[in-house]
T-cell receptor, first 118, second 110 residues
Framework: EAGVVQSPRYKIIEKKQPVAFWCNPI?????LYWYRQNLGQGPELLIR????????DSQLPKDRFSAERLKGVDSTLKIQPAELGDSAVYLC????????????????FGAGSRLTVL | KQEVTQIPAALSVPEGENLVLNCSFT??????LQWFRQDPGKGLTSLLL?????REQTSGRLNASLDKSSGRSTLYIAASQPGDSATYLC?????????FGTGTRLTVIP
């Protein structure tokens, strides 16, 4: 089966510009995650979707970040305007909802989108 | 909040050596623990997943152990190869999230 697909793989923008990342999860996976990974750090959760509903967005900086998952499949993460500190790798992951507890389900990660803000 | 620590932060070994990577976590109420590999500029590749009820998992030259009561996991790599060079991340699954360590950067010297 195809894995989690992300685009673009790399993006270089100037500060204050907008940027968007796209994720196509594994077919049949109900849960979708966006993580941010700063250089030398582990990934940190930004937002988690169950189908089209954002069930955990507590770590999403809502002043400049937004996300959507139309029809409960593909998702887009947007930053507007971008700041220097937003330079990071943005990882998308998905999982099939085997149980009611998200932590019990196994995540599959995409290759990530590396953002550089100049 | 779950805190995950990985030691050492970096490790260099000559080819052929066996090695151990360590992961510790503060909250033992986990659903599973997963070891990932990350190559430079790439995403995460899952290596091994240990459910909370298990003690270890093996895949080829890799063996991961889990001691939930002490909050520790180890990843054992046998007969290391240059192709094993990468960053290894452990992640523990809570009810709604994966908590990652900062990783161990492994370099295997030919």
């Amino acid at each position: 089966e195809a894995g989690v697909v992300q685009s673009p793989r790399y993006k270089i923008i100037e500060k204050k510009q907008p940027v968007a990342f796209w994720c196509n999860p594994i077919s049949g996976h109900n849960t979708l995650y966006w993580y941010r990974q700063n250089l030398g750090q582990g990934p940190e959760l930004l937002i988690r979707y169950e189908n089209e509903e954002a069930v955990d967005d507590s770590q999403l900086p809502k002043d400049r970040f937004s996300a959507e998952r139309l029809k409960g499949v593909d998702s887009t993460l947007k930053i507007q305007p971008a700041e220097l500190g937003d330079s990071a790798v943005y990882l998308c992951a998905s999982s099939r909802r085997f149980t009611g507890v998200a932590g019990a389900n196994v995540l599959t990660f995409g290759a990530g989108s590396r953002l550089t803000v100049l | 909040k779950q805190e995950v620590t990985q030691i050492p932060a970096a490790l260099s070994v000559p080819e052929g050596e066996n090695l151990v990577l360590n992961c510790s976590f503060t909250d033992s109420a986990i659903y599973n623990l997963q070891w990932f590999r990350q190559d430079p500029g790439k995403g995460l590749t899952s290596l091994l997943l240990i459910q909370s009820s298990q003690r270890e998992q093996t895949s080829g030259r890799l063996n991961a152990s889990l001691d939930k009561s002490s909050g520790r996991s180890t990843l054992y790599i046998a007969a290391s190869q240059p192709g094993d060079s990468a960053t290894y991340l452990c992640a523990v699954a809570g009810a709604n999230n994966l908590f990652f360590g900062t990783g161990t950067r492994l370099t295997v010297i030919p």
